[in-house]
């Protein structure tokens, strides 16, 4: 019946049925009114935040990947990049070093002896040929100038000759890093053939790691180098480069095996004809060592540089500011034709010491250099 009732009825005829006074339907809608919501601005704002997160959110989070992809694909090819320059910057200085020669300084070139005949030997043994396959020992007694004449005949051929010069400090435990750095220094190769980009900038950042390749020594390290640079002169000038070790007999009293060592590659490269290596060393172990080893199948006949002649030796004397007659008798009771000797002698005189303070130095000398 009540179903009747409405669905007979107008809307408005209900509505004036259930509330007879506006009064009372005003107040009926102010009572069911809703709760204000988050509508208008605040909803819109938040709805399109929440478009844009939708939105963004897979392109940033792709663009981040992106981003750290670039950046290591950046890394790799500035790490390829930076290797082929150093490794194009590190043979041409080797190779620099090879064409100019060593330049080692001459102690006392301005009052230096030109021996002629000596100096002439010595050029011929460093002045190597496409066919020479033979290591050479140069020896004498201490003082008597073999390290000056080698440096005189280095400086007048230049090409191809590398001088090395034996540490007095080396020894079983320091031949590696002393000689390895000495070798190193002379053909201008720099350790850092296994950095890269990003180590060298580790390295500028917190200072030179003091690592090696845990695989090699430094010895082993710049022989590799050494070798190929060899073979690449030869290449060039159709003749094997020339390596001088000097004062070999300090490896004789401190690591003879590293002295064998360096024996059987001079021997196994002669046979190859790529690389000519000469020792220079004074009387005694050094020269016995070398030949009681078999590989001095391989070696010329030693070149021994002997005293200079007692009138050079006035002379050298002379034009060090020595007087005549101390000159002939310095030469007479105290050097001889010894080098070594004559410029202590020249030193001492020079400085104001009398005849026989430059006497008591020769003394000195003596006892100090074991002769």
Not at 295 to 303: E, I, L, Q, V
Request: some cysteine.
């Amino acid at each position: 019946m009540i179903r009747n009732i409405f669905m007979k009825r107008q809307p408005h005829q209900l509505l004036q049925r259930a509330f007879p006074s506006q009064q009372l339907l005003r107040r009926y809608c102010a009572s069911i009114q809703p709760q204000s919501t988050p509508t208008g601005k605040e909803e819109h704002n938040k709805n399109t935040f929440q478009n844009l997160k939708n939105k963004f959110s897979p392109m940033i989070k792709s663009s981040y990947g992106k981003v750290v992809s670039a950046l290591v694909a950046i890394s790799f090819i500035g790490d390829i990049g930076y290797a082929y320059l150093v490794q194009r910057n590190r043979e041409r200085n080797i190779r620099e070093a090879f064409e100019t020669g060593s330049t080692i300084p001459i102690p006392n070139v301005e009052h230096e002896i030109v021996r002629e005949k000596e100096l002439n030997q010595v050029k011929s043994i460093l002045q190597t040929s496409a066919g020479s396959s033979r290591y050479t020992l140069i020896t004498g007694e201490h003082g008597t100038g073999k390290t000056t004449l080698v440096l005189q005949a280095c400086r007048k051929i230049g090409v191809g000759c590398i001088y090395v010069d034996v540490s007095q400090r080396i020894d079983d435990q320091t031949f590696d890093s002393l000689f390895g750095a000495a070798l190193g220094k002379a053909i201008n190769f720099q350790f850092d053939e296994y950095i890269s980009f990003t180590g060298a900038l580790t390295n500028r950042i917190l200072g030179p790691s003091t690592q090696n390749h845990p695989l090699q020594t430094q010895y082993d390290r710049v022989e590799d180098v050494l070798i190929k640079a060899a073979v690449e002169f030869k290449e060039r000038h159709n003749r094997p480069p020339v390596l001088i070790i000097d004062n070999i007999n300090r490896l004789a009293e401190k690591s003879p095996r590293m002295l064998t060592q360096l024996q059987q590659l001079a021997k196994d490269h002669a046979d190859k004809k790529d690389l000519i290596i000469v020792f220079v060393t004074s009387e005694g172990k050094a020269p016995r060592m070398l030949e009681e080893n078999s590989s001095w199948s391989r070696a010329n006949r030693p070149y021994e540089i002997t005293d200079i002649d007692d009138t050079s030796a006035q002379l050298y004397l002379q034009n060090r500011g020595v007087t005549e007659e101390d000159a002939k008798r310095a030469v007479t009771e105290i050097t001889g034709g010894r080098f070594h000797l004559l410029d202590v002698v020249a030193r001492a005189i020079s400085k104001g010491t009398s005849y026989e303070g430059s006497y008591y130095n020769v003394q000195l000398f003596h006892n100090t250099s074991n002769l």
